[in-house]
Every structure is written in C-alpha cells, then in structure tokens.
C-alpha cells in the first residue's frame, strides 16, 4: 500500500542505526508516522525538523504496518526562526501539541489548514504570540470542544466578560462570576470579541495560554493518559516573561 501528500513535520526520533521514526501532520492522512532511512544522518537530518512543510510518500504492506517514509523539502520553516527563540518556541510547541492531541491516521484538513496558517502568522505579523493562542482555540473547536466565549453562561450578557467556567467552557461576565472568581478561569481582553486592539502584556497571553492549556489538558490529552508536551510548558514560561508581544 502506498500514497503520497503534503506535511508538516512533527518530530523525528533516532531509530536504529542511523534511521528516523517520524511524525508528520497531512491534510488527507492526518497524524501519521513512518520510517525514514537515513533520518538522523546529515543529509536528512536538517530536512526532519519540527515545523518543515515537506511532501511525503508512504509505503507499507499492510494499512496498519509502520512503513516508511520518502521526503522531499518543501519550506524550511524551522530554519528561518533560529535566531527568533520566541518564533520557533511557538512553532515547537504547536508540532508537539498536535502530535499529542490528534489520534494517528484520522483525519484534519482544518487542523492541517489552520497549522500552515499559524506558520504564516509567525513569519509576517508581529503579534504573532496572540495568533498563537487563537491557533490553540481553533484547535479545540476542530476537535469538538469549542468554548463559547460570546455570552455569559449565567446571564446570557454579552458585555464585560472576563471569565471562563473552566467546567463548560463557557464565558462567565464579572457580575456572575464575583461570588466565584477564584474558581474561574481568566478570559484574556483580547480573546473577548469586544477586545481593545492594543498588545497584550505578559499577565494576558500566560493567561489565555492557561485558558486553553486547561481544556486542551481535561478535554483532550488526560483522557487518553496524555498531558501538555515540554514544549508547550516552555512557552508559557517564556511568554510570562515579556511586557508584550513586541519584546519577544
């Protein structure tokens, strides 16, 4: 059996004696992995990392046999960010939340689609830490668990909300939300569709971050026995470091 698609590379693992397994992101095969020969080598090595839009081909005796992988380079995403720590520490955690999140061999063109769109937002728009965030959200709804955040699940208010009920994902207005603010999730200004356009400092981007790690974690990852990936930690941890997006 065999096919062939494009992919964004999600990780590569030494395999053997100078093979790599590799995880890639396709519109038409969703998560899937194979054996690249040759992948930890010199020649491959560089074409393997996380984020690289490659064109992949995949052949196995069986559907549900490894396989291995042919690669071709498309777009070496990766490279152009290794001077841009903030940059590739979004396109690191992005390869290692969709490789924990996504079951293997099921498709999303919408998570494929909406990944490559996240790459552009980090080569071409300076609040690019926002976009992120916004990435995580659209994945959740690709997923199916899609938080509504445009009406307070008390009231049905749509002015001054500023929390999320981290049970039904649901935003939560300050009025209803007072007596049980400590049980809350914060709804960062500019997640509400009611935003100020100015940047968010770093109180606001660790807290949407919080916001979708929480529902990323009990919704999506913890079910499965899975977590949020290293990667995804260190960002946070970066971003709370910084006044706004334009400091990273």
């Not at 668990?145 to 049905?156: P, R």
């Not at 079910?223 to 709370?240: E, F, K, Q, T």
Request: glycine content about 10%.
């Amino acid at each position: 059996m065999q096919w062939t698609d494009d992919a964004i590379v999600l990780s590569a693992r030494k395999y053997g004696e100078g093979g790599a397994i590799v995880h890639v992101l396709t519109p038409e095969h969703g998560r899937h992995a194979g054996l690249v020969r040759g992948g930890s080598g010199r020649r491959q090595r560089g074409n393997l990392q996380a984020g690289n839009q490659v064109r992949v081909s995949w052949r196995g005796r069986l559907d549900e046999h490894l396989g291995s992988f042919t690669v071709e380079l498309l777009a070496a995403r990766a490279a152009a960010w290794l001077d841009d720590a903030g940059r590739l520490g979004a396109l690191t955690a992005a390869a290692a939340v969709v490789e924990a999140a996504l079951p293997e061999r099921e498709s999303h063109p919408e998570v494929y689609a909406d990944f490559c769109a996240l790459m552009d937002s980090l080569d071409h728009d300076p609040a690019w830490a926002q976009a992120y965030v916004r990435w995580e959200l659209a994945l959740l709804t690709d997923l199916g668990y899609g938080l509504d955040l445009g009406h307070c699940a008390s009231t049905g208010t749509t002015e001054d909300l500023i929390y999320v009920s981290p049970r039904s994902g649901r935003a939560v207005s300050a009025e209803a939300g007072l007596p049980y603010k400590d049980k809350l999730l914060i709804l960062p200004e500019f997640l509400r569709a009611d935003g100020a356009e100015t940047a968010p400092d770093a109180a606001a981007l660790t807290a949407g971050l919080r916001l979708t790690g929480h529902f990323l974690t009990h919704h999506v990852l913890e079910p499965h026995g899975g977590h949020l990936p290293p990667a995804r930690l260190r960002l946070v941890d970066r971003l709370s470091h910084f006044g706004t997006t334009s400091g990273i």
